[in-house]
């Protein structure tokens, strides 16, 4: 199906497009807002037909599967796109109310449009040397983005960023030269054909570790996150929110693929390490997050914390467990987004996102506290909004399977959240300011993104039945394998 | 040869890694560059070595006759080599920049406030 390569063409054209376009800022949001918006439309047409037809390829230029590389759509990889297009369109509305001059004119939208092309292409690759380039191009616009300034902290923060992305990279190429080694094939769907059959227990655990460290680098996993919550606050808010959404996401992806496909009957003790580590993560996040006074901050130790949910309901590897968890990660994609916004505004009014600055939003700006009430209170998992229903989704999970401790602990630190978040909701926004008075107006690009979002959450809110039923589907595909290895390598297999 | 190999590629992980742990910025980016070349070394040797077969089909033949050289590992070293170049080039920028803004080189003095 052709239209699978469009959700990965549409931003590379629109980035080509900004480079030629005028360098000048009403043009250059226009083209990025409409390619946002095609990416998004593109990605829709791929879901729908996914949803539609069962697990899509593309083989690109007519070269079969194990000679060229192979785009692949199962459901959660549709899904995800189509996260993508819609965190693209609110980075690219919210770019109306003003970059900063310096990051407009080194081409913030180009590199914007290549992020959302590296995380597209990463979601559709069905070859893992593939799914490499594609973290290298996500990674080479995002450290850019990050290094467009010259202020200490951001110079830190990019530095920080920079070396441990590429270490991360290095592990996760090592792991692929092994592996080839090991089966002589890098395409996703033939590895799961022909790993049961090659693998010993020893080359299994190496492998998996290998893995395992490399994405628990990227999708920020205790003992190795200490670098995301270094770097994440220090960029301007939209960017801010690009990152928080998408890349520790694409970590959490590939570790859901690599361990549905290949890893699934790998020793008992790689899955206890994989909880343990999320658990920890979960704990070491939220505790963190309720010691921190800068809303940003929250913010990140909060993204941190989450991400444990994920990996927690992966490593049980039953059809429930990971229907939570991709329910989770598509909440938490717009959720964590729109909050990264809210801090954007945060900052506009105040110049400060330290909550001893911040207060009495909620009778200055009411319109504003109403929207940034919904995802605020969707994090902290109160009913009726998105959060409490991953999170009972993931509870009933876990408590199928049997993992009563996994259960408990993700019940302890949804109540640490909510702490977190109440407390953060009742200091910026409820306590009376002391003496801080706004310095602007919010902006209404910000507003609008953050109402759609807002919007989003509400909609997979009432929509949560139909949308669980949807994780439901992907997680049988994720688990059963057959579907997508014969959509790629043909019926005979 | 895959030893000798093997082994190289196991001293430059090492001394890459040993060059990272350092304080400068300076060392921090020949050992990100020496475990990228490590990591390139590794994939081309456990892709297996074929000696003075090169992968194309001579004149006259139809195909390859066995042995001949994998040539996907090739690919794929070649196309990290770009890549890890690219990152390298970036890095020593942005290293640049660091020790203009803060004036060292010094990675915990980076982050200490003035």
Redesign the interface.
């Known amino acids: 199906m052709r239209t699978l390569v469009l959700p990965i063409l549409v931003p590379l054209s629109t980035a080509v497009v900004l480079m030629l376009a005028p360098k000048r800022p009403v043009p250059q949001r226009w083209i990025s807002l409409t390619g946002s918006v095609l990416l998004l439309a593109s990605a829709i047409l791929v879901f729908l037909r996914v949803n539609a037809a069962g697990v899509q390829v593309l083989q690109i230029s007519g070269w079969p599967a194990l000679f060229g590389i192979t785009l692949v759509a199962d459901l959660l990889a549709a899904v995800l796109v189509v996260a993508v297009g819609v965190v693209g369109t609110a980075i690219s509305v919210v770019a109306f109310s003003g970059v900063d001059p310096r990051r407009e004119a080194f081409g913030y939208h180009s590199l914007i449009q290549i992020l959302l092309m590296g995380v597209a292409g990463a979601f559709l690759t069905g070859d893992f040397f593939n799914l490499y380039v594609w973290f290298e191009v996500m990674l080479v616009a995002s450290f850019v983005l990050m290094a467009l300034n010259r202020t200490r902290v951001q110079m830190e923060a990019a530095f920080k960023y920079v070396t441990i992305n590429l270490i991360a990279s290095s592990i996760f190429l090592t792991a692929l030269g092994l592996l080839y080694g090991a089966t002589g094939t890098l395409n996703m769907a033939e590895l799961a054909r022909v790993w049961p059959t090659i693998s010993t227990p020893g080359v299994d655990t190496v492998l998996a570790v290998l893995f395992l460290i490399a994405f628990s680098i990227k999708a920020g996993l205790f003992p190795l996150f200490f670098w995301l919550p270094a770097s994440y606050h220090t960029p301007p808010a939209a960017i801010g929110a690009a990152f928080a959404g998408l890349l520790t996401k694409v970590g959490v992806y590939a570790l859901i693929r690599v361990f549905t496909l290949l890893f699934h009957s790998a020793s008992p003790a790689l899955f206890a390490l994989l909880l343990a580590m999320s658990a920890a993560t979960m704990v070491i996040g939220l505790v963190a997050a309720l010691n921190e006074r800068d809303f940003r901050r929250v913010l990140s130790f909060n993204l941190v914390g989450h991400i444990g949910y994920t990996t927690a309901s992966l490593s049980l590897l039953t059809p429930a467990a990971l229907a939570g968890a991709i329910f989770y990660v598509l909440h938490h994609i717009v959720v964590i987004t729109n909050l990264y916004l809210v801090s954007g505004v945060l900052l506009r009014l105040r110049r400060t996102t330290d909550m001893a600055g911040l207060g009495g939003m909620y009778r200055d700006q009411p319109v504003f506290s109403a929207l940034a009430m919904i995802p605020i209170f969707s994090l902290a998992g109160v009913p009726p909004f998105s959060g409490f229903l991953g999170k009972l989704a993931i509870l009933e999970g876990t408590f199928a399977a049997g993992a009563y401790w996994t259960g408990g602990l993700v019940l302890v630190v949804g109540l640490l959240t909510l702490l977190s978040m109440g407390r953060t909701w009742a200091d910026s926004f409820w306590r009376p300011a002391a003496d801080a008075h706004d310095v602007a107006a919010p902006g209404t690009p910000f507003l609008v993104a953050i109402a759609a979002l807002s919007l989003v959450t509400v909609a997979m809110t009432i929509g949560a039945e139909p949308l669980f039923e949807l994780t439901s589907r992907g997680a049988q595909q994720l688990l059963q394998r057959d579907e997508y290895v014969r959509a790629v390598l043909g019926g005979t297999h | 040869m895959e030893v000798l190999l093997a082994v190289a590629s196991g001293v430059l992980y090492a001394a890459g890694i040993y060059l990272?742990l350092r304080r400068r910025?300076a060392q921090?980016i020949i050992g990100?560059g020496l475990?990228?070349n490590?990591?390139n070394l590794?994939?081309?040797?456990?892709?297996?070595l074929t000696r003075a077969r090169p992968p194309v089909v001579p004149d006259g033949a139809q195909a390859l006759v066995e042995p001949y050289a994998?040539p996907?590992?090739q690919a794929?070293v070649l196309?990290?080599i770009v890549?890890g170049f690219?990152?390298l080039a970036?890095?020593l920028v942005?290293?640049q920049?660091?020790h203009?803004?803060?004036g060292t080189d010094d990675?915990d003095e980076?982050?200490r406030?003035?």
């Open positions: 990272m910025l921090l990100i475990l990228s490590g990591t590794l994939i081309f040797t456990a892709g297996g994998d996907v590992p794929l196309t990290a890549i690219g990152l970036f890095s942005l290293a920049r660091v203009a803004t803060v990675i980076v982050g406030e003035r």
